[in-house]
T-cell receptor, first 113, second 114 residues
Framework: NAGVTQTPKFQVLKTGQSMTLQCAQD?????MYWYRQDPGMGLRLIYY???????DKGEVPNGYNVSRLNKREFSLRLESAAPSQTSVYFC????????????FGPGTRLTVT | SQQGEEDPQALSIQEGENATMNCSYK?????LQWYRQNSGRGLVHLIL?????REKHSGRLRVTLDTSKKSSSLLITASRAADTASYFC??????????????FGKGTSLLVTP
């Protein structure tokens, strides 16, 4: 099993460009999450999908959109990138929310210039 | 929201010593989890302790939970250089309107020197 995979691993964007971060899990998990990690800030929840067909905002959703394409895949889109979105982005999945452990992908390091 | 707060922010010890990290949180929880993050990598789940448990062990790890004080501690015994990493506590709230997403603290950076 690959666990949670993310693409790309690195990306540099210019301000105003758009991009989609891809995430897939092969553990048949119901819940999927997108976090961003900034120095000294820990992890902050951007969006989550408690189950296939549902998505909801987390703590810092502004500037992002998500799509739960199917049970395996959960993508994060930046429509118009801003320097404040420079961060490391992690996707995670869980059998059912915080009641179980979360499994994390390797992360995408995004720089917006 | 970042409910958990780890203490200390940074810890430096020598191989063979024990490392203790603490976590405090604010609201009632279903469980508390500890994760490890090696530099440049994703987080790895270490241990989950439920609100009705007081202590849990996994290999060299010992976690305690005191719900009356809203605090937890992670003890790593006989530390090794490979334990060098950041450690995060994360809480799963009892009541949630966010799919029971975890609330992560800012982490403790542990350095174990040979």
């Amino acid at each position: 099993n690959a666990g949670v995979t993310q693409t790309p691993k690195f990306q540099v964007l210019k301000t105003g460009q758009s991009m989609t971060l891809q995430c897939a899990q092969d553990m048949n998990h119901n819940s999927m999450y997108w976090y961003r990690q900034d120095p000294g800030m820990g992890l902050r929840l951007i969006y989550y999908s408690a189950s296939e067909g549902t998505t909801d905002k987390g703590e810092v959703p502004n500037g992002y959109n998500v799509s739960r394409l199917n049970k395996r895949e959960f993508s994060l889109r930046l429509e118009s990138a801003a320097p404040s979105q420079t961060s490391v982005y992690f996707c995670a999945s869980s059998q059912s929310g915080g009641l179980h452990e979360q499994y994390f992908g390797p992360g995408t390091r995004l720089t917006v210039t | 929201s970042q409910q958990g707060e780890e203490d200390p922010q940074a810890l430096s010890i020598q191989e063979g010593e024990n490392a203790t990290m603490n976590c405090s949180y604010k609201t009632s929880i279903n469980n508390l989890q500890w994760y490890r993050q090696n530099s440049g990598r994703g987080l790895v789940h270490l241990i989950l302790i439920r609100s009705n448990e007081r202590e849990k062990h996994s290999g060299r790890l010992r976690v305690t939970l005191d719900t009356s004080k809203k605090s937890s501690s992670l003890l790593i015994t006989a530390s090794r250089a490979a334990d060098t990493a950041s450690y995060f506590c994360a809480t799963a709230p009892t009541h949630s309107n966010s799919g029971y997403a975890l609330n992560f603290g800012k982490g403790t950076s542990l350095l174990v020197t040979p």
